[in-house]
């Protein structure tokens, strides 16, 4: 690390727990240090040093339209100029709210919240509610936030930090929490079958961005729809990475399966803090003050989280930007694939609309136990070469990578140009 940057992270450690304020930005996972970032535009971040990189973090998927657009950057001052929070309904939380329903399959009714882990965490308690059951089905390495349930064999951080079932979760919390294997629908039947009519809902990950990027096998989405029916519990798709992501109208239109809740976040808030949760009218009527389900929050349906979110949807809402994602990722990850067969690597790239997953694996990686058995530490030595040449990839083999519509072929050149010789360091180091 440079100058500066050692200095903010030496002295952060002193007031925040591991000088970061979500685990895996502190670069554990990837034996570093975490990067200060002073500033982010179109594709690009730069740290307290000065120095740039071409990002594929994306502020952990917000990010789509690149950093810092102008037009987004533009209807949020004016927002500011009449006040940053009302704590009471606004115009703009209404057209948020009708947007949503508009445009995502299956949204009736919509909530809108200030984090994922309050629209998964509200999702769940909704399903108990509206089903009269109290267990939940899970998937190993999918991650839903941080709420006691939830951190139940967990990704993302979790998992990084080598603690998928948190610590400091009551046996209480966790022990409505049934663990399914991810892409194998007998595990999820089996969990049905043993616990019989005391299952309130599946919810999934519809393609998993928490162990990396996990795609679903052909049929998996459709057989959870399908088991869900059977048995009676609510099928709930965490978009809160997929929606807006994988297409506009997420997960649902690519795989053609309809959940009965959805949950959203990161990109509807613009890079603003937010989530929200929907799904069929007959559920979303149980929420208080309509029903039972008590669900709140003081900064719920912020009028600039508002703003940053629906001027980004707007721009974003053309199919030739899902276009251009996929072309970007297809030749940044055929570049790549190209590049370690070259250099006799063992590589696979997992890919869904404009997010991908690159592993140091020869073998397809389909859920966490595959996941788990790419080299990790080629990554991590793949990972700090790419750096060094200001290439900015998520600090952990579990998250997946997201391309923004402001990566030009040019910054993809440049990063297949840093690959290169990053696996030419790696194939001699191998030998
Ligand atoms: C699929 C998924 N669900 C939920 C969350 C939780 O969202 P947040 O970090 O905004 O609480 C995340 C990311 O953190 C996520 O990737
Ligand atoms: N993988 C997480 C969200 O998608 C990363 C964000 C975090 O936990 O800080």
Redesign the pocket.
Same mark, same amino acid.
């Given at each position: 690390m440079t100058k500066v940057n050692t200095s903010l992270f030496t002295e952060s450690k002193n007031y925040i727990p591991g000088g970061v304020n !979500?685990? $895996?930005?502190a670069f554990t996972g990837v034996n570093g240090d975490p990067l200060f970032i002073s500033k982010a535009d179109k594709a690009y971040l730069y740290d307290a040093d000065g120095k740039r990189y071409v990002d594929f973090v994306g502020s952990? +998927?917000p990010a789509i339209l690149g950093h810092n657009h102008s037009e987004v950057a533009q209807a949020v001052k004016q927002a500011v100029d009449n006040g940053l929070s009302f704590g009471a309904p606004t115009a703009i939380e209404l057209e948020m709210a009708a947007y949503l329903c508009q445009e995502i399959p299956n949204l009736e009714m919509v909530r809108m919240v200030s984090s +994922?882990t309050e629209a998964t965490m509200s999702a769940i308690r909704l399903a108990r509610g509206y089903t009269g059951r109290d267990k939940i089905i899970k998937f190993a390495g999918c991650?839903h936030g941080h709420s006691d349930s939830l951190l139940v064999n967990a #990704? !993302? #951080?979790a998992l990084t930090q080598g603690t998928p079932s948190s610590a400091g979760v009551t046996k209480g919390a966790a022990q409505d929490t049934l663990v399914a294997t991810y892409n194998d629908l007998a595990s999820v039947e089996q969990l049905f079958v043993n616990n019989p009519e005391q299952i309130a809902c599946v919810i999934v990950e519809p393609v998993a #961005?928490?162990m990396n990027c996990v795609p679903p096998v052909e049929g998996f989405l459709t057989g959870l729809r399908a088991l869900c029916d059977k048995y009676g519990a609510v099928l709930i798709f965490d978009e $809160?990475?997929t929606g807006f992501r994988v297409a506009f109208k997420g997960s649902q239109e690519v795989f053609n399966v309809n959940a009965d809740l959805i949950t959203l976040g990161?990109i509807i808030g613009g890079g603003m803090p937010v989530g929200a949760f929907g799904g069929k009218k007959e559920i979303m009527q149980h929420i208080a003050p309509l029903g039972p389900v008590y669900q709140a929050g003081t900064l719920s349906g912020n009028p600039i989280s508002m703003t940053a979110g629906l001027t980004t949807l707007k721009l974003l809402n053309k199919a030739e930007n899902y276009q251009q994602l996929t072309q970007s990722v297809d030749y940044l990850t055929q570049g790549l694939v190209s590049l370690a067969q070259k250099y006799d690597l063992p590589f696979t790239v997992n890919k869904v609309g404009g997010m991908f997953g690159i592993f140091f694996s020869q073998q397809p990686v389909t859920n966490l136990e595959t996941a788990q058995q790419a080299d990790i530490n080629l990554f991590k030595k793949f990972h700090a070469l790419m750096l060094e040449q200001g290439v900015y990839l998520a600090p952990s083999a579990f998250?997946a990578s997201f391309m923004s519509l402001a990566h030009t072929t040019a910054d993809l050149d440049f990063v297949l140009a840093a690959a290169e010789q990053a696996f030419i360091t790696l194939s001699k180091e191998d030998k």
């Open positions: !979500s685990p $895996v930005r952990w +998927g +994922g991650y #990704g !993302s #951080g #961005g928490n $809160v990475m990161k998250e």
